[in-house]
């Protein structure tokens, strides 16, 4: 055969669909309604009409500005959008999400999307040799790169009412020896464990194995682990500009830990390519860090949303998962999950479906600007007459 025997343990990841046929209400795929701020648009326009000659010229290979502004948007807000205190156009921690150190440039690392992070953050941390535990339901690019590194999995099942068994993934995890990964706000199901929760996990994990929480959600009404980098070495918090900072365009995705082990990603990333931001991405995602109100604001109008479809759908039946994320994960008896993806994509707007065992009567619904939400509210009505 042509190809190399490896190619036969590959299974790709399945992204949200990427209509072309027509214009539908994307709600499928967990980006932000709403746009990048208007400064970042601006800084972009800027780089490109004053210094065309950058596009031809390779980047900054370490993002030293990119890095540094990362750095301080995350001490502005504690790692936590929604719940950021907004005065005029500045920022500052809720009391309970203040950062109890200065995060700084060398405990971050960028990547194209925290998909891109999280393959170097596998190759780096996880070994062929030994399982890494991770929940039975969870971000679906786990699997994919476990099967592109050739790493054994160990998936724990979700408990009865969907949340993490943190009691099981620890025995698991110390009888595999291999480390631990988790979304918090979990994905497909938005539930999340509180940062107590995790220090718990971690006061009981193996000081010598890695334990990566990733944060793509913790925005939009989580608790960020960030605090907890004082005082666990072998922390790893992944997080992206995908979500609450309107990026998905841009694909910028980082890590934020320890200064030794980011120098062993950034090893990981020397192998591969040196230059992995793009200079616009770097001019957009620096822009986008200097603005922390206006993304604040865009997670507080996703989070008002989500409690009120969340509502909505419980008064109509529903089974719906509390959730701390910018989607919704819900069911009805007696209405086919694929059914409904169906019946609300005739009317124009797209919902996520999964075909997975165990989750194939639930669909996730991205939460959509208040206007996406009223068509949604009727698209739902029109399907349950």
């Not at 039975?136 to 699997?143: D, K, N, Q």
């Not at 698991?172 to 718990?200: C, M, S, Y």
């Amino acid at each position: 055969m042509i190809t190399s025997s490896r190619m036969n343990g590959v299974a790709p990841y399945v992204p949200g669909e990427q209509p072309k046929d027509r214009d539908y209400i994307k709600l499928n795929a967990n980006e932000n309604p709403y746009p990048p701020c208007k400064n970042v648009i601006k800084a972009v326009r800027k780089f490109v009409q004053k210094y065309p000659q950058k596009l031809a010229l390779y980047p900054d290979p370490d993002s030293n500005e990119l890095h540094k502004e990362i750095a301080n948007l995350l001490n502005k807000t504690g790692g936590v959008l929604c719940r950021s205190v907004i005065n005029k156009n500045e920022v500052s921690p809720s009391p309970e999400d203040k950062i109890p150190f200065t995060v700084t440039q060398d405990m971050i690392y960028t990547g194209n999307g925290s998909d891109e992070v999280l393959s170097m953050v596998f190759y780096a941390f996880f070994d062929s040799s030994k399982k890494f535990v991770m929940p039975e339901f969870t971000y679906s690019f786990y699997p994919v790169y476990a099967g592109y590194y050739d790493i054994p999995m160990d998936k724990v099942p979700l408990k009865s009412d969907w949340s993490l068994d943190k009691d099981e993934m620890l025995r698991r995890a110390k009888e595999n020896k291999g480390g631990i990964i988790f979304a918090n706000p979990n994905a497909p199901t938005g539930i999340g464990l509180t940062r107590e929760e995790v220090r718990q996990m971690l006061d009981c994990a193996s000081k010598d194995e890695i334990f990566i929480v990733d944060e793509a959600y913790v925005d939009f009404g989580g608790e960020s682990c960030i605090p907890l980098l004082k005082d666990y070495k072998n922390l790893v918090i992944v997080r992206t500009f995908s979500k609450s900072l309107c990026g998905a365009g841009q694909r910028l995705g980082y890590i934020v830990s320890s200064p030794e082990l980011v120098k062993i990603v950034t090893t990981v990333k020397n192998c591969v390519n040196h230059f992995p931001i793009d200079a616009l991405a770097q001019v957009s995602g620096t822009e986008a860090c200097k603005n922390p109100a206006y993304y604040a604001e865009c997670a507080r109008k996703v989070y008002s949303e989500r409690e009120k479809f969340y509502n909505f759908l419980k008064e109509k039946g529903f089974y719906v998962l509390k959730s701390q994320s910018n989607f919704l994960f819900a069911k009805k008896e007696g209405l086919d999950g694929y059914e409904l993806y169906t019946k609300i994509k005739e009317q124009g707007i797209l919902i996520r479906h999964f075909k997975t065992p165990g989750i194939e009567d639930f669909v996730r619904i991205t939460i959509g600007t208040p206007q996406q939400m009223k068509e949604l509210k009727q698209a739902f009505e029109n399907v349950l007459k």
